[in-house]
């Protein structure tokens, strides 16, 4: 008689926080240490149902737009930028800025910056409407095409002869921008790169380390990140592409665990704005329904960003 194969839970490290998040999120601990709610938010300063609501519960106020900021109050803006637009709003009224945008982020920013100043065509490879996405075409308004798959490609209608560049989001699919930036370059030849790839190291390794997992036999990846993270959510895509099944969950909660009877090898990973903690609580409550934890280490990443220079007294606040 077959014996029934033995469970397990492979949580995959890297996993959760990139330098990015973890610097963005310390900018509002330290300013909540410093100065006392309320503190003032553009958007979701990362894209985490948990890390949001903790903050909100401490006195901080998230907002779609300034004008929901008092004058002369401080206003931190999140860890996907914003457009040179909302710079010029902010110091219309007043407002005392520290800018939490991922450096990663900002040197997209940077690149098309420099691309519009040499005249080029411009492709930004993203996902209309992601608040990154928002911040980066706003660069160049009227001067950017957003390309959101390969189909898109086909569409573009620049002048014969132009120079094209492409940027991309950070959090992308590394295989489909690879799909993207291949259709590209078979319509322009001469397509400009970016010097080092726009996506993210983070977004990257996590994608190799599911990847990883996929090999080592899981039927089925657990991913801890909210619906609204970009780079969570190509982590499942990730895994299904390569045949396994795969469920974005914010935490234990979310768990259905009737749907994981009968899968002897579970994968775990975390998006990278998704806290350490919620991995835990979802380790804790597989290893007593029967999946102990074996920890699959594919990569050490030892990536830090400096603070913002308002927060270390090196500049004043505001742009």
């Not at 401490?58 to 004058?71: A, K, S, Y």
């Not at 132009?162 to 921008?177: G, I, K, P, R």
């Not at 380790?283 to 280490?297: C, D, H, R, T, Y």
Request: with cysteine; glycine share 8%.
């Amino acid at each position: 008689m077959t014996q029934p194969q033995s469970r397990k839970l492979l949580i995959v490290n890297p996993r959760g926080f990139c330098a990015g998040v973890e610097r963005a999120i310390e900018v509002v601990e330290r300013l909540l240490a410093g100065h006392g709610s309320p503190i003032y938010v553009r958007r979701e300063i990362v894209h985490n149902r948990a890390v949001v609501e903790d903050f909100l519960s401490r006195g901080v106020i998230f907002v779609e737009e300034l004008n929901e900021v008092p004058d002369g109050k401080m206003v931190v803006f999140s860890a996907h930028g914003v457009s040179p637009a909302v710079w010029a709003e902010a110091s219309q009224r007043g407002l005392k800025v520290v800018d939490a945008t991922c450096p990663l982020v900002t040197k997209v920013h940077q690149e098309v910056i420099r691309h519009v100043a040499a005249g080029n065509e411009l492709v930004l490879i993203g996902h209309a409407g992601h608040d990154e996405v928002l911040g980066t075409m706003g660069e160049a308004p009227g001067r950017i095409a957003l390309v959101t798959g390969v189909a898109d490609v086909a569409k573009l209608d620049f002048i014969s002869g132009s120079q094209v560049a492409y940027v991309c989001q950070t959090t992308l699919s590394v295989d489909e921008t690879s799909e993207i930036v291949t259709a590209l370059r078979a319509r322009f030849p001469g397509l400009i790169a970016p010097l080092k790839s726009d996506i993210c190291y983070a977004t990257q390794n996590r994608q190799d380390a599911v990847k990883e997992l996929v090999k080592s036999g899981i039927g089925h990846l657990l991913v801890v990140g909210s619906q609204s993270s970009s780079n969570s959510r190509r982590l499942c895509e990730v895994a299904e592409k390569m045949g396994v099944r795969a469920r974005l969950i914010d935490g234990p909660d979310d768990l259905d665990l009737k749907e994981l009877v009968g899968i002897p090898i579970l994968g775990l990973t975390a998006g990278a704005s998704a806290p350490e903690h919620l991995v835990q609580a979802v380790k804790s409550l597989l290893a007593q329904a029967g999946w102990p934890a074996e920890e699959k280490i594919t990569l050490e990443e030892n990536v830090k960003f400096q603070l913002p220079a308002e927060l270390l007294g090196q500049e004043p606040f505001g742009k």
